[in-house]
């Protein structure tokens, strides 16, 4: 009996240690980077992504953006993003880290255990195709860490690049449909 009880003991002590060892040395971030051709000009899309509230138009979800520091489309300037769900809602804060368009455009996403850094860039291939390299920085802290660490289903890497494919796949979708249509692009 006394020993089956250390070894329950020494579990007890063993399993706080470990997560508590991968909140604290574990660097939880996660990086990648996607690119897109999309049939349109540099200077249509540097119009339309200069914009945060256009992500409205192509991103799927019930959500709202809302200024709420700063001036619209300068440095700096901080949004609440509040996603709806059935009865509830999340609120991430997005923040403006940089508009240097036509070169790139920045944004700081933080949510509860999370930050995104993401950095978009346009390179012109012609008068009517443009690349779009989208660089992604996840870091996560405390339970978000220890999902991303353990590896599970929704925190994986494939998981985050996927994601990311689905919003650039929408977001060329869009846009070409607006330019064969020849409807204007609110900037």
Known sequence: MKKI??????????????????????????EYEETINIEASTNTLDAFIGNIYNMKKYMDGDFDIVLIKGEHTKANAIYNIIWKMDSDSMTMKATLLNNNLPDSISYLYESNGVKNTMTQKHHPISHTQTLIVNKQKFEFYGLMKILTFLNIKGFQLSDFQNQSRIYLEEFKLFIENETINNLPIES
Not at 5 to 20: A, S, T
């Open 5 to 30: 009880l250390k070894i329950i003991i020494i579990i007890l002590i063993i399993i706080p240690l470990f997560f508590f060892s991968i909140v604290l040395f574990d660097s939880g971030t996660i």
